[in-house]
């Protein structure tokens, strides 16, 4: 299961510094592209035969990010309609997105910025 999880992540990771190195898009394209591409995935039904193979390879990702949004959003809609689709996912990604800002915050206070 290491050596699954770390091929995959490993290749997604390969598959990006070489878009990064041969095109114009920046980190911040890259980035938003590869959640877009694990909510296609999770979509097609793919993205969670990925994580049954890679395990945790594969839900570290920033594509898990995109996983996880569209899995919280037919969740909320299968549930509640429309307002549950919106009321699932903010709940899901509030998760994320908080767990984001404390640990950044909590890594600037520990390293200091190189010029």
Do not use: R
């Not at 999770?42 to 945790?56: L, P």
């Amino acid at each position: 299961m290491y050596i699954q999880a770390f091929i995959f992540a490993g290749l997604v990771c390969l598959i990006c510094q070489v878009v990064l190195d041969n095109t114009k898009l920046t980190p911040g394209h890259i980035t938003s592209g590869v959640t877009v591409i694990g909510a296609l995935l999770s979509f097609f039904g793919i993205y969670d035969k990925i994580i049954a193979w890679a395990g945790a390879g594969a839900t570290v990702l920033i594509a898990n990010f995109g996983h996880m949004l569209y899995s919280a959003g037919i969740a909320g809609y299968e549930e509640a309609g429309v307002l549950g689709l919106f009321s699932q996912l903010l709940c899901s990604s509030g998760i994320a997105i908080v767990s984001v800002v404390v640990f950044s915050f909590i890594f600037t206070i520990i390293f200091k910025a190189k010029d």
